[in-house]
């Protein structure tokens, strides 16, 4: 198809979202949903416009999630508002990182003792289907700020953190796949040591360092200077760059990295200098220009967090309506296995709250907090990245061919159920 269709294309499906955006938040719809049916429609099954065969163009939409990505983690980071010493990050650590590998174990020997793969295969499908998408979990996250819902922090918090930490798994199932154990694929002393201790440490302080150090000299730079105004829109993507390129020249976790930035960022307070007084009307920006708050002592953190906030939801969206989009459109070229039919619903209804409860123990859960975290454990961009990540690196055919139908047909159910339920359960919910 020509570049100018493209563009028309792409140009109707902006705009029809536009005009049905406030019906779909009236009906149990989400983006995401029509997103995967458009997908669909536009790909090989039907109109045979998109032809996103994961097998043949695993580079390409490897960059094209990881960049969504990318998007995704810092823009949560930008939400989150809950100070990093507070306890109420526990319970997110928790699901992060022990519900995450109770995740990967389950799936692992699931796939070992029901679906006849190898170890290394079996751990690979693991850490591709533990990650939670945070921003098709949107629908069931609280509001940004200090004081959030326990279970919309909790959701957002482990969404943003697990999409790094199942990264040393996928090197561990690679690695064990390819070579074995003690093999040329895998140390497990320098796994443990580089893979999982320092690029988990390493990222997370060197995007917390980007995010600290780039925003306060802005804030210092507006509110003493005047200087450094405007262009938040190149400064909440620098920040996604530098922080990641330097993570991963370090050989630690850029995932991780760009999510502390994010953190970081939202976390820059105020230098208030002494001869001023804050602006009455500032809080809502009505009655001041943009300059006028951007260079106010009082003002210019809050206004460079908006700024860049504001800017990168709209991205956040963008990506997510490509990423859905091709998910729909890679459909065909995943295999209906048959193993599908009772994979798919185990992961979502057994092996998930399982893995919650492992997490939750001792967390003063209530249990229709832990029913709805084990529920709401949305797969999505994560899942997709690891998958062509996986694909990239020369998995063998069989494998491949097993790992896509799995990871798609999971990735397209959890859209699909999780968004015809979050809007009554959540009703439910904020009921109780």
Known sequence: MSFDKWLLLLGVLLLTMVFVGTLLERLPLTGAMVYLALGWLLGPAALDVLRPDPMRYAGTLERVSEAALLISLFAVGLRLGVPLRDRRWRLPMRLAFLSMTAMVALVAALGILALGLSPGAAILLGAILAPTDPVLASGVQSQPGEDPDRLGFSLAGEGGLNDGAAFPFAVLGLGLGLMGVGGRGIDLVHWLAVEVLWATLGGAAIGAAWGAAVGRLVVYLRSRH?????????????????????AQWCDASGFLAVFAAGLALQRVRERPRADTRALDAASDAKGHGYRTLATHSHHASATMRHSVEDFNEQVERIAEMIVVLVVGAMLPYAAPLP??????????????????????????????????????GIRGIGSVFYLVWALRQGVEDATAQVLVSLTLWTVAASIVAHGLTAQPLMRRYAAR
């Open 226 to 246: 005047g200087q450094a105004i405007g262009l938040d829109v190149f400064l909440g993507l620098g920040l996604i760059g530098a922080s990641y390129g330097v």
């Open 339 to 376: 193993a599908l039919w009772w994979f798919v619903p185990l992961l979502l209804l057994v092996l998930r709250p399982l893995s919650v409860l492992v997490a939750t123990v001792g967390e003063g859960v209530s249990t229709w907090q832990r029913a709805m975290m084990g529920w709401f």
